[in-house]
């Protein structure tokens, strides 16, 4: 049997039910707010049905299971949180992007995406549609930042680009996950300075 | 009140009792299986005395409390598997080390090493143990191979240490919660040609 792609996006609104955006938000919020008190496993539809004072169908009619409905939550929260630097240089765009990220992941929401990515590996669908949604959203952004900065002869040739997007992401997930270490403006700077732009810049 | 500091070790045997080292050993393996299957949380004293045929006496004479028990049963892993190298080069040390780290984490113990990791955000109790004994332990192997660098000259003055003992676990850790890419050799290669020569080594 073949394994569904995973859509991404809320289901279609019904015939003669028109979707109110800020209603899924709502929804979106108390979903969040119930992963970051329980966790993904724990987490159930009438946990955040209840929370949203809501009715559990209304929320089947926008997502056909927890996965849809904590995977459209995190894209939301993705594009919402992640926009999409261009500075004009190398330099500006990492350390724009990369100060979101880190806010991001150490605000009021770092609990709810601590709780995801600790489960990631005990729950192999809820990885693979978090790989294929939030993680390749921002390593795209990072690319196209790299690929920009190419463009602009801020490149050097042979540089790992590969290597440089994965160590972005693992340097802030190592702090948020293992050492508790501040993701602060000091700690990207260094990112930045040390390793990304003397691993792939021109002239470093 | 004060908060207790961790022991890391198991209890002092009783009176009487001489310690079995053969006994700890299958106790603390029991742990590990227990924890690979449903985690730290859901892990308890007598699931781990079943597993190991054993009393739940029998366990509470030597650790005393399941954090005791989680924390003694990493850190002797630790010491077993991440044996600290000296093969008279930065990049032999690093390597060696790495690769040792890479297949401790993708080996057998890595389910329990993920369950444990993941489980860190949500146990502060778990994670400053954690934090006092296994990555400590794995940072100090590091620090400790690049003063021998230093002595042997390899180091650039201003090497930034603390950023690449930091990157090296991060990059591995990354793979494991995150990413799910192979932790092998060409990648623990990658990460030392490319990220971590070029970082510390004098005139790279």
Redesign the interface.
């Known amino acids: 049997m073949a394994t569904p792609v995973y859509s991404g996006a809320p289901r279609a609104p019904q015939r003669g039910r028109p979707r109110d955006a800020s209603r899924d938000d709502a929804l979106r919020q108390a979903a969040l707010e119930v992963m970051a008190e329980v966790?993904y496993r724990a987490l159930t539809m009438d946990a955040v049905a209840a929370r949203a004072r809501a009715g559990k169908a209304t929320i089947y009619r926008r997502w056909e299971s927890k996965l849809d409905l904590v995977i459209d939550t995190c894209t939301h929260l993705a594009a919402e949180n992640l926009a999409e630097p261009d500075t004009g240089s190398l330099a500006g765009d990492l350390r724009e992007f990369l100060s979101s990220f880190a806010a991001f992941l150490s605000g009021p929401i770092g609990?709810a995406a601590?709780?995801l990515?600790?489960?990631?590996?005990?729950e192999p669908e809820l990885?693979s549609a978090f790989?294929e949604t939030f993680?390749i959203a921002q390593r795209n952004v990072l690319r196209r930042i790299l690929d920009r900065a190419d463009e602009r002869g801020e490149l050097r040739p042979d540089a790992?680009r590969g290597?440089a997007v994965?160590?972005a992401?693992?340097?802030l997930?190592?702090r948020?996950?293992?050492?508790?270490d501040p993701l602060d403006l000091p700690f990207v700077d260094?990112?930045v300075d040390?390793?990304l732009l003397?691993?792939v810049g021109e002239g470093q």
Chains 1, 2 share one sequence.
């Open positions: 966790g609990k601590q709780a990515v600790g489960e990631l590996p005990h990885a790989r993680l790992p290597m994965e160590l992401g693992a340097a997930i190592y948020l996950m293992l050492t508790g260094r990112v040390q390793v003397p691993l």
